[in-house]
């Protein structure tokens, strides 16, 4: 069985400050990991995905997630914040045969304020 | 490429009735799942079809029900309403060219029962 923890269920952060989402996953086997993104009245959007190759990926918009098996974390991460991230981000586990369904973590409502 | 759609983008029922949901995928794509996003329970996974096979299903009442035609159109129904169905409705599709777990969502359906 897969599961997924979002840490924080709303975070805030000032314009041009970090941000730091942080999820925590439990998976019987190698798990893919993603982070999506929903913007209000918009569907979700993949910001990265982790599958095996480098445990450091980029995604889109200067947004960087690194997966961490010792400490079963996959934290979104992106330098600089922008009003326009402001969003919800939800965390996600697959399987790596892709014949499982998506779990989805509960999601993290990113506030940047100006 | 048209994005996925979906239709209506809202939806007033009562109790009791039921109501159906249209998804159109990203042209190409085969795989057609459905979600159930509400504030308590999050992102819940209803059902996956691919090829107008349903691959997957999550752990809803039988009153949720879908289908996908030969053109990868897909529709989901609700059958006898209850208050709590109240959520909005994600599609998301997936084809070739897309790695596990990477899909692309439509804007959603909010259903409101009354």
């Known amino acids: 069985a897969q599961s997924v923890t979002q840490l924080d269920s709303h975070v805030s952060v000032s314009e041009g400050t970090p941000v730091l989402l942080r999820c925590n996953y439990s998976?019987?086997?190698?798990?893919?990991l993603f982070w999506y993104v929903q913007h209000p009245n918009k569907g979700l959007q993949l910001l990265l995905k982790?599958?095996?190759?480098?445990?450091l990926v980029k995604g889109i918009n200067g947004f960087e997630a690194e997966f961490k098996k010792s400490e079963t974390s996959f934290h979104l991460t992106k330098p600089s914040a922008h009003m326009s991230d402001a969003a919800e981000y939800f965390c996600?586990?697959?399987?790596?045969?892709?014949?499982?369904?998506?779990?989805f973590g509960k999601g993290t409502r990113l506030s940047v304020i100006a | 490429k048209a994005g996925v759609t979906q239709t209506p983008r809202y939806l007033i029922k009562t109790r009791g009735q039921q109501v159906t949901l249209s998804c159109s995928p990203i042209?190409?794509?085969?795989?057609v799942s459905w979600y159930q996003q509400t504030p308590g329970q999050g992102l819940q996974f209803l059902f996956e079809?691919?090829?107008?096979?349903?691959?997957n299903k999550g752990n809803f009442p039988g009153r949720f029900s879908g289908r996908q035609f030969s053109n990868s159109r897909s529709e989901m129904n609700v059958s006898t309403l209850e208050l709590g169905d109240s959520a909005l409705y994600l599609c998301?599709?997936?084809?070739?060219?897309?790695?596990?777990?990477?899909?692309?969502f439509g804007p959603g359906t909010r259903l409101t029962v009354l």
């Open positions: 982790y599958t095996s190759a480098a445990t």
């Open positions: 079809y691919f090829s107008e096979t349903q691959r």
């Open positions: 996600v586990v697959s399987d790596r045969s892709g014949n499982t369904p998506l779990v």
């Open positions: 998976s019987s086997y190698s798990p893919s």
């Open positions: 998301a599709s997936s084809g070739p060219g897309q790695g596990v777990g990477e899909q692309f």
């Open positions: 042209s190409g794509h085969r795989s």
